[in-house]
Each structure stands twice: as C-alpha cells, then as structure tokens.
C-alpha cells in the first residue's frame, strides 16, 4: 500500500524558512516524479514544485525562494522554503506520478497518489 506522509508545517512570520518532507512508503519512487502542491481556503490546489530525472521545477512565485530535492536512498523528498510570504499560506500536499518521463508535471490529475498535507502560515 503506497502512503506519502508530509512533515514540517507550522507558524512562521514573514521572511522565515521551514523544511517541508514527505516520506513515501509502499513502493520506491526514486524514478518517478515527485511534486509538492498547496491549497489555500476557497482556492484550487496548485502546483508549487516537480522533480524528476533530469531536475526540479517550481512556479513562479516560488522560484529563487523555494528548493526541492530528494533523498532516494531514503525515499524522501523535502522542500526548502525561504523568504516566506503569507501569500505562502496553504495546506501543501506531496505527490508523485507513476511517470518516468521527462515532461514536467503541474496538473493535479497527472498525479496518482497524495499524502495528507500539513498546514503553513506565514504571519505578517
């Protein structure tokens, strides 16, 4: 059974850092694309960040702020998030995708399985 577990949400004020990981079980995922998404209140979920074999991928309100990166021997990916804004406040939510290839996957449908989510609120 593939579970995803996020870890490392909380309350930060306007400039600060916080690790988001996500440890995944059931399955490795090493070869396959991994995501991070988030969902404020009354908004849709959207797509923060990817990677996969050949790098990672952020929108762009994230670039240059936020950093994802995996650990395969663990089955982990994390997302560095600095310089925090409270338009950074969201629920984020890990994902991957059964998808080895090389396109970059933003759209919440091409992803097959999700973790719970942890909370992060940027204060101002």
């Known amino acids: 059974q593939v579970q995803l577990v996020e870890s490392g949400g909380g309350l930060v004020q306007a400039g600060g850092s916080l690790r988001l990981s996500c440890a995944a079980s059931g399955r490795t995922f090493s070869t396959y694309t991994m995501g991070w998404f988030r969902q404020a209140p009354g908004k849709e979920r959207e797509f923060v960040a990817a990677?996969?074999?050949?790098?990672?991928y952020y929108t762009d309100s994230v670039k240059g702020r936020f950093t994802m990166s995996r650990d395969n021997a663990k089955n982990m990916v994390n997302l560095q998030m600095n310089s925090l804004k409270p338009e950074d406040t969201a629920v984020y939510y890990c994902?991957?995708?059964?998808?080895?290839?090389?396109?970059?996957?933003?759209?919440?449908?091409?992803?097959?399985?999700w973790g719970q989510g942890t909370q992060v609120t940027v204060s101002s």
């Open positions: 994902a991957v995708a059964l998808d080895r290839g090389w396109a970059v996957l933003t759209a919440v449908p091409e992803y097959n399985y």
């Open positions: 990677i996969n074999w050949s790098g990672s």
